[in-house]
């Protein structure tokens, strides 16, 4: 599968293409409130306390530092959400009792893990009560089972370095540090070793999840498995509120290999070509993916066995790069050379980060802001010559500010019937196109 990403870097310049695409979708909590007197009259706290519900934990919508720090939001395309409320929920219980009341009164309820929707649908609109779930941080390793329980306030960085500092394990995660757990799992999940381990929505084993009607469920293979099916990649808000996740674990490879071939962007239909005829049939230990950003085209290339013996066949069959690196690392190592690498780009410089064991600060505002706007397609077969040519033709005429991605998927990801999981789009190539307003280059899976 091959993905194109697209970032663009001039907010007005685009402004008018970008309407065009401004789009929000709610958890369906019955018609929309548009005056919610019940939240205002003290009707809806009553309802909380009702329902066991902390309401000191409820930050209305006033000016202060509370409501400024939860509602802060990296992505400045479109109009900046206000929300009625948020609630930090600190347990199911909590969540139920939020998304009861929501429906009993007309109160849009959203759910917000990460809060890195490109499209804001996190922070709900001016009707909504926002649920919190940065608290919902439990975290149970199962070394004998092979499964690891989180909750769902992690962010993947800091998850993924406490899951391997705990019990010397790792779960396929994607690669942008500040997602949510849920937003990435529930939605598919790319990131450097899915073809050797599958996508994070493939590794999903069971989930506990508030529906609409504010009951609690668990949804696996043996119960609910319709659910189930439709949450590993329909994505999860669109049915409910996850609260807990349980994911495969394994154990993390001794050694990562990372080589990188950096060519000039006129050698593009031939770079293209090598790419594409290689990736798709790489080991399943290999991820290659390819990257046109401004005046560079590079190709990357991941081997989780450490040796990186593909690498060194692939470059006789790759054009002559500018320049060519490579990378032996430990697991840890890689995982602080991803983060690392993002790290200048992508993070607030009040974020510090100069350690591995700096994961763990990262949070919800080391997002810098940023103006973003992505597109996604994908093929199921090889471009021929004439139409790579007409690829670069349009190349050519693209803006400076956008950034192309290619990704091949295969591997494990294919292994898996449609029946069995959600995504429908795996037999594919996915091209990913990102636009946005800053150097930021924080590719999200």
Known sequence: MLLISTILSNKHKFSDFLKNYETFVYLPLREVCFHCHAFGNGNFKSCLVKERFNSSIIVRRRNSEAYQRLNYQWQLKGTHKLPLAYALVRSEWDVMAVVKCGKQFNIRVAPKGGGHSLEKYAFGDSNSIVVDLRRLKSLKVNKA?????????????????????????????????????????????????????????????????????????????????????????????????????????????????????????????????????????????????????????Q????????????????????PKPLTKSTITSTYPE??????????????????KFESLADIVNIGR????????????????????PTQIRMLKSLLQE??????????????????????????????????????????SKCHCG
């Open 398 to 439: 693209k803006p400076p500010i956008v950034q192309l991605n290619f990704e091949s998927y295969g591997g494990q990801i294919n292994d898996l019937l449609p029946n069995r999981v959600c995504p429908p789009r795996r037999h594919l190539v996915q091209r990913e196109g990102d636009i946005q307003g800053s150097d």
């Open 145 to 297: 089972k092979r499964r690891v329980t989180v909750g769902a306030g992690w962010l993947l960085a800091p998850l993924a370095y406490r899951i391997h500092n705990q019990a010397n394990v790792f779960t396929p995660l994607g690669e942008c540090s500040t997602v949510g757990i849920v937003g990435i799992a529930s939605g598919g999940g790319w990131g450097y070793f899915v073809r050797k381990y599958g996508l994070t929505s493939d590794n999903i084993l069971s989930v506990k999840i508030v529906t609409a009607n504010g009951n609690l469920v668990t949804a696996n293979k043996k119960r609910n498995a319709h659910l189930f099916w439709a949450i590993r990649g329909g994505v999860a808000s669109n049915f409910g509120i996850v609260t807990q996740l349980v994911l495969r674990s394994y154990t993390p490879p001794s050694a990562v290999f990372y080589g990188t071939l950096v060519y000039d962007p006129v050698q593009f239909p031939e770079v293209f070509d090598a790419w594409q005829q290689y990736s798709p049939s790489a080991p399943p230990t290999v991820t290659a993916g390819m990257t046109l950003s401004g005046k560079t085209l």
């Open 365 to 384: 505002e080391s997002a810098a802001p940023v103006f973003q706007k992505r597109k996604s397609f994908y093929v199921n077969r090889k471009l021929e």
């Open 334 to 351: 890689f995982m602080y050379f991803v983060a690392s690498n993002l790290a200048g780009e992508i993070f607030t410089p009040t974020t």
């Open 299 to 318: 190709v990357d290339f991941v081997d989780v066995t450490g040796l990186g013996t593909d690498f060194e066949l692939i470059c006789k069959k790759f």
